[in-house]
């Protein structure tokens, strides 16, 4: 039975949506490709320019001060080259977020770190990148597509990122260090082995194991109940205790089960009293 009109318009139409998907794909990677052809033109006229091949986007010979780099290479082949070797090295699963509370001057530039998100990278350097907590998500966000697709750095839709922002590499007499500035704020990321975060806090908590922050417990040091008030608790049930016949500065810390409530036959105040020859012993093992 042949096919009908209808069913044969129906084909052709299907037919024309297929090939005009095709030929938009195929031009857009006919862009891709020139965009690579023209960015592989400017690297070649670089390696013949240069006297020595890098084998790493940090630069072995870093200008002193703002300046730019002396690889002949243009600003946004750099960038460019920076970004791909930021995404390839950062670990963008593991963001800190810190107050560095620090400033930064090099040669006429005043670099003030204060909210940061910041990513440790691959590498046996402990360098890091710094980025400015306002600035974090777009960064992240490029350098998790640069991850899987290196090619998005090349194409016209990260052209407003290079566009943006400024690579410089400085160095003073204790490290080095490469810096993206953005062109509007002066706001900068920060590619170096500081500012180190501060180690982490154990978390405090008011509520372990039915014990309270403020709770009047009984503690046992070194076999001896000593009656005394919960002053904090830390995650996994460490409680700092300060002794009733303790001077205010003085804490005694144990363990969640190493309490209990008042009542089992605790020894009267003047005996607490007589049982300060432990002081001593107790001060060394508080905070």
């Known amino acids: 039975m042949s096919p009908t009109q209808a069913e044969l318009s129906t084909k052709l139409e299907e037919l024309r949506l297929k090939f005009e998907q095709k030929s938009a794909k195929l031009a857009e990677r006919q862009a891709e490709l020139e965009a690579s052809k023209i960015e592989a033109q400017e690297l070649r006229r670089c390696l013949?320019?240069?006297?020595?091949?890098?084998s790493s986007l940090v630069p072995a010979e870093i200008c002193a001060g703002p300046g730019v780099a002396s690889n002949p290479c243009s600003p946004e082949i750099e960038l460019?080259?920076?970004?791909?070797?930021?995404?390839?090295?950062?670990?963008?699963?593991?963001?800190?977020?810190f107050n560095a509370?620090?400033?930064?001057?090099?040669?006429?530039?005043?670099i003030q770190l204060r909210n940061i998100v910041q990513w440790r990278l691959n590498n046996n350097d402990n360098l890091r990148l710094s980025?400015?907590?306002?600035?974090?998500?777009?960064?992240?966000?490029?350098?998790?597509?640069?991850?899987m697709q290196s090619?998005?750095?090349?194409?016209?839709?990260?052209?407003?990122?290079?566009?943006?922002?400024?690579?410089?590499?400085?160095?003073?007499?204790?490290?080095?260090?490469?810096?993206?500035?953005?062109?509007?704020?002066?706001?900068?990321?920060?590619?170096?082995?500081?500012?180190?975060?501060?180690?982490?806090?154990?978390?405090?908590?008011?509520?372990?194991?039915?014990?309270?922050?403020?709770?009047?417990?009984e503690?046992?040091?070194?076999?001896?109940?000593?009656?005394?008030?919960v002053c904090y608790i830390k995650e996994g049930g460490l409680t700092y205790v300060h002794c009733d016949v303790d001077p205010p500065d003085v804490m005694t810390t144990a363990p969640i089960h190493m309490l209990r409530r008042p009542g089992h036959s605790s020894p009267t105040p003047p005996e607490q009293s007589r049982k300060k020859e432990a002081l001593e012993d107790r001060r060394q093992a508080s905070l």
């Open 101 to 110: 509370s620090c400033d930064l001057i090099t040669g006429d530039q005043h």
């Open 80 to 97: 460019r080259r920076m970004l791909i070797w930021l995404a390839e090295n950062v670990i963008i699963e593991e963001p800190i977020c």
């Open 219 to 229: 503690v046992n040091f070194k076999g001896e109940w000593f009656t005394g008030t």
């Open 131 to 147: 980025v400015p907590e306002e600035f974090a998500p777009e960064i992240s966000n490029l350098l998790s597509a640069a991850k």
């Open 151 to 217: 090619s998005v750095i090349s194409s016209a839709k990260a052209k407003t990122i290079t566009d943006s922002w400024l690579l410089t590499q400085c160095e003073d007499a204790m490290s080095r260090m490469t810096l993206l500035t953005h062109r509007e704020s002066r706001s900068s990321c920060i590619v170096a082995d500081f500012p180190v975060p501060p180690p982490p806090t154990p978390k405090q908590m008011q509520v372990w194991a039915g014990v309270s922050v403020g709770d009047h417990v």
């Open 48 to 54: 013949q320019a240069s006297e020595t091949k890098r």
